[in-house]
């Protein structure tokens, strides 16, 4: 594409590494969420709020918050602009439309594996 943006442009390196280096088995996943009146809420899930938790090793997480699998950068950029749709807006001086409030994307590269018998999800990259 000859001006794709930015999130393209990444969604398209992340899966074209991906697939140069035979790494099938990374899932790629991925959440959008809105920071908006001191509230977090799920753009992919309707708007559902989202806490944003310290977990005791000190990294934050965002229980409830939902993870969806893309398999294509063309899948995550459907992602993106379904959830746009789910975010706050208001009138402006200068926009009609202007966003209200801060989305933030998260990508997150995770592996499967058993351990002990159980299944768990390894962080990868993120």
């Known amino acids: 594409m000859e001006n794709s943006g930015l999130y393209y442009l990444a969604a398209r390196d992340i899966f074209s590494y991906r697939e140069q280096y035979f790494l099938d088995d990374v899932n790629i996943c991925v959440s959008l969420f809105e920071i908006y009146g001191g509230k977090l809420y799920d753009l992919l899930e309707n708007r559902a709020q989202v806490r944003c938790l ?15 699998s893309v398999d294509s950068a063309d899948d995550l950029i459907e992602l993106i602009e379904n ?31 058993q351990f002990r018998g159980r299944e768990s999800k390894v962080e990868h990259g993120m």
């Open 54 to 68: 310290e977990d005791r090793k000190g990294k934050v997480c965002f229980p409830g918050l939902s993870e969806h």
């Open 83 to 113: 959830g746009a749709i789910n975010r706050s807006t208001g009138v402006t001086s200068a926009n009609e439309g202007s966003s209200r409030s801060h989305a933030v994307l998260q990508i997150s590269l995770n592996k499967l594996r």
